[in-house]
């Protein structure tokens, strides 16, 4: 059985992936399971989706502990602890990052022995969860790898998958998922199907008996106060919004009003300062300022600005 | 006949489809909501026909399918876990209405703590009700379910709604290759509604009333229901062998998965039990006799057959996704209950409660569960109950406990 993981952001297509690769496999005779799985249901969050494949009846279900293919459309991912792109990573495991950065500087710095394959990441972009067609670019590399599909399945499977979205949307797509298939034309048949687990020898599961835990200790709620500031809600910001204070007319009221977060304070001169911890990024006061004095910047580029010392 | 790839929800909307529904009364919650969705979109293009009317809430949502399929017309609606909840007192009292309709309910464990991942208290919570129930384990088998329900649940012998369920993220959001029948041999199957004296007309308007009763005449009327359901019993091995001769697809009362020869049984309901059928198979790889009994009906409950399917068994695991606090697995206590007192009965029943909440069982759980059951059979004595659960999870518990603790701390500093 094949069993890979597509790993990205909410808006980057990662179920669309799976479903493009998952209809490949399919019309290429085996049986499928492929299927999304949400955290938190929003725009720019990890998100990552799985596809089970095989010439018998698929019994298995649910997340994939051991993969055989993990592909990661977006490497800032990877050291999020939280989106498990890591999980379950073995020496067979092939890895697939959509990156700048080259092989073995991933090798060295996940300290993993298994292939590594990059992807030539895809243009800049200024809000991350926009990267264009990754989903069906992820999809053709990684149809290409498993080295079981055809090219013209793939481009089946992705007018099938896709068929509400009109023919120019389809075409960029097939352009751009057959010119990820060509690429890995070297690494074709790299991700090998992986086993059944064994049921002679395996690792016996730990189980514990759970202690009784007074209620103080074991209800599910938190007593506290003030307590949400401490939640980094602005860790989901994929756009980050600028004040250019040239031009701010000091009209306080508008966008700290209209911030749905009360992420912006107004200091003693009256003027609006952002709290970056929390603000979201959904840019309702770039959209709400009158003068038109606030921008919507790259959370990324900003972040790899203010690191190297740069004013965003 | 072509297969296809669809979701577990998309393939309770095409049942809902093929069985020519001509009205879905709807409320959306997660991870329910692509059905209705499904739906909405194939009345709005006009490939169903039919009326989906969005209500206020689960209960109203109950209440006009309730009072709909009094009026002589086929309805469908579907829910989840917290709305099935808010639904109750109307699955109780359409119920007891005598109104036959489908209601798709997608497993999600209950507040509190809140989660969107499957486990079936849900469910468990509508068990008394007088709904049946039939309990997927494919996508495949929620479409088919879907029609067999109609069958069900419109038969003079039964006339009860039926319960249709399947797990949240396992089935609900999971595309697997699923048959979809075609129109015209579904709509022959489930044939027309005939709903003999509950119906509307224009220009002659009726009204249903429910009269207050005394203990006797209650008792009379609640015992009706509950015969009513039992038949649903032999009406639904009638129909789903029709159902089989008719598409080539068997959904028994209860599956039997490599039971003949086998000394140890689990017994588990819903999506979950294919991963114990895929234990099994590496189970009997090694050696092993064993196999796996998975109830679709949960009501009626298939007492007869599930006895005579444990009988002469050395050990049978139950596996309960669901938790009845202060006693245990719900489905554990009903397999006792069907088996005490019985000769052949297995010595040795354990209980095992695992995928709260979507909590994966893995393959590994499922090989330690049958280690224990051959131990406790080779003893006599039945283990206690066990919560499928590992120190690793513990730690992790321990770890957020004292970070908690540390913080709180320090706000009261």
């Known amino acids: 059985m094949y069993r890979i993981r597509f790993h990205g952001r909410g808006g980057q297509g990662m179920k669309t992936a799976s479903r493009i690769l998952g209809s490949a496999f399919f019309l290429e005779g085996f049986e499928v399971q492929d299927a999304p799985r949400y955290g938190a249901e929003r725009r720019g969050a990890p998100i990552f989706a799985y596809v089970r494949a095989a010439r018998a009846a698929i019994n298995e279900r649910g997340i994939i502990s051991r993969p055989d293919l993990v592909v990661v459309a977006d490497d800032t991912l990877v050291p999020v602890p939280a989106s498990g792109v890591l999980s379950g990573i073995g020496a067979r495991t092939v890895l697939l990052i959509n990156t700048t950065q080259n092989t073995s500087a991933w090798q060295q710095r996940l300290n993993i022995s298994g292939p590594v394959i990059t992807l030539p990441a895809s243009a800049e972009v200024e809000d991350r969860a926009d990267l264009p067609y990754i989903g069906a670019t992820c999809a053709g590399a990684a149809a290409r790898l498993v080295g079981v599909i055809a090219r013209d399945t793939l481009a089946g499977a992705i007018r099938t998958e896709l068929s509400a979205l009109g023919a120019g949307v389809i075409d960029r797509n097939l352009e751009n998922a057959l010119q990820a298939y060509d690429i890995m034309q070297a690494h074709s048949g790299l991700v090998r199907e992986g086993s059944m687990t064994s049921a002679i020898k395996y690792a016996h599961p730990d189980w514990a008996d759970l202690p009784f835990d007074t209620a103080r200790i074991s209800a599910p709620t938190v007593f506290a106060t003030a307590n949400s500031v401490e939640v980094r809600t602005g860790l989901w910001r994929t756009l980050r919004p600028v004040v250019d204070y040239s031009r701010c007319n000091h009209c306080w009221w508008v966008c700290s009003t209209f911030c749905p977060d009360g992420a912006i304070a107004v200091d003693t001169d009256g003027k609006p300062v952002i709290d970056y911890d929390h603000c979201k990024g959904c840019m309702i006061c770039v959209a709400q300022c009158p003068p038109h004095a606030i921008e919507a910047v790259s959370e990324e580029q900003a972040q790899r600005d203010t690191t190297t010392g740069e004013t965003p | ?413």
């Open chain 2, 1 to 413: 006949m072509s297969r296809t790839l669809l979701t577990g929800n998309v393939s309770a909307a095409w049942g809902a489809r093929l069985a020519g529904v001509d009205y879905v009364p709807a409320f959306p919650i997660t991870p329910q909501t692509e059905i209705i969705e499904t739906l909405a979109g194939w009345i709005d293009s006009g490939e169903m026909a039919g009326r989906l009317v969005t209500l206020e809430s689960e209960h109203s949502m109950i209440t006009a399918a309730g009072g709909a399929a009094t009026t002589g017309v086929r309805v469908f609606s579907a829910t989840s876990s917290q709305g099935l909840l808010y639904a109750m007192e109307m699955l109780y009292t359409v119920a007891g209405w005598r109104t036959p309709f489908v209601l798709v309910n997608v497993s999600r464990g209950l507040s509190a703590p809140i989660t969107l991942e499957s486990d079936h208290n849900d469910i468990m919570a509508a068990r008394d009700c007088g709904f049946l129930q039939i309990h997927c384990a494919s996508c495949q088998e929620v479409l088919d379910s879907t029609l067999l329900a109609y069958r069900l649940a419109e038969d003079t012998r039964v006339r009860l709604p039926v319960i249709v369920n399947l797990d949240g993220f396992y089935l609900s959001f999971t595309r697997e290759p699923v048959e979809i029948p075609a129109a015209d041999a579904a709509a022959g199957f489930v044939g027309d509604f005939d709903p003999q004296n509950a119906r509307f007309r224009a220009s002659t308007p009726e009204s249903q009333a429910v009269a207050v009763l005394g203990g006797s005449p209650y008792s009379y009327f609640r015992y009706e229901t509950h015969l009513a359901s039992l038949n649903g019993l032999s009406v639904y091995d009638e129909i789903s062998a029709e159902f089989s001769a008719t598409f080539g697809r068997n959904h028994p009362a209860v599956e039997a998965y490599r039971t003949g020869d086998a000394d140890y049984l689990f017994v588990m309901l819903g999506s979950f039990a294919t991963k114990a059928r895929e234990a099994v198979d590496r189970l009997r790889d090694a050696g092993w006799s064993i196999g796996l009994l998975r109830p679709r009906l949960l009501r009626p409950f298939p007492e007869e057959s599930l006895r005579r399917l444990l009988a002469g068994r050395r050990g049978v695991a139950v596996i309960d996704q669901n938790l009845s606090m202060g006693k245990g697995g719900v489905l554990h206590g009903e397999l006792l209950g069907a088996l005490y007192g019985h000769p052949q009965a297995p010595p040795v029943v354990a209980s095992f409660i695992g995928g709260l909440g979507g909590r994966d069982i893995s393959a590994e759980e499922f090989y330690e569960m049958a280690q224990t059951l051959r131990q406790a059979a080779d003893t006599g004595r039945t283990p206690p109950p066990r919560l499928l659960y590992t120190r690793d999870e513990l730690r992790e518990i321990r770890k957020l406990q004292a970070v908690a603790h540390q913080e709180r701390e320090e706000l009261h500093r």
